[in-house]
């Protein structure tokens, strides 16, 4: 079993900026591509950056330019810096990661809880 624990989500004011934090955990084999994805009021769940195991970065054209996304190998650890925040980023942020289990010859899908973050005018 694979866990991926978030943190990092609030509250801010437009303009501000937030840091969230992803660390996976279990039985981890290895580590694929992990991403960021979030899901506003209202809307379908879209992608925001993914990172793969090389340090290569895609981002979504709304991200591109003010979020960052990095990780940390030795710690499983996925982050997304997040600067000059709008309204409209306002969304349940989900941690994503694309993980090979110990016992298993194939790669999974694992997704984090969620955390919120609110964007204030």
């Known amino acids: 079993q694979v866990q991926l624990v978030e943190s990092g989500g609030g509250l801010v004011q437009g303009g501000g900026s937030l840091s969230l934090s992803c660390a996976a955990s279990?039985?981890?084999?290895?580590?694929?591509?992990m991403g960021w994805f979030r899901q506003g009021p209202g809307k379908q769940r879209e992608l925001v950056a993914t990172i793969t195991s090389d340090g290569a970065t895609r981002y979504a054209d709304s991200a591109k330019g003010r979020f960052t996304i990095s990780r940390d190998n030795a710690k499983n650890t996925v982050y997304l810096q997040m600067d000059s925040l709008k309204p409209e980023d306002t969304a349940v942020y989900y941690c994503?990661?694309?993980?090979?289990?110990?016992?298993?010859?194939?790669?999974?899908?694992?997704w984090g809880q969620g955390t919120q973050v609110t964007v204030s005018l």
């Open positions: 994503n990661a694309v993980v090979m289990v110990y016992a298993s010859s194939d790669y999974r899908y694992y």
């Open positions: 279990g039985s981890i084999f290895s580590l694929d591509a």
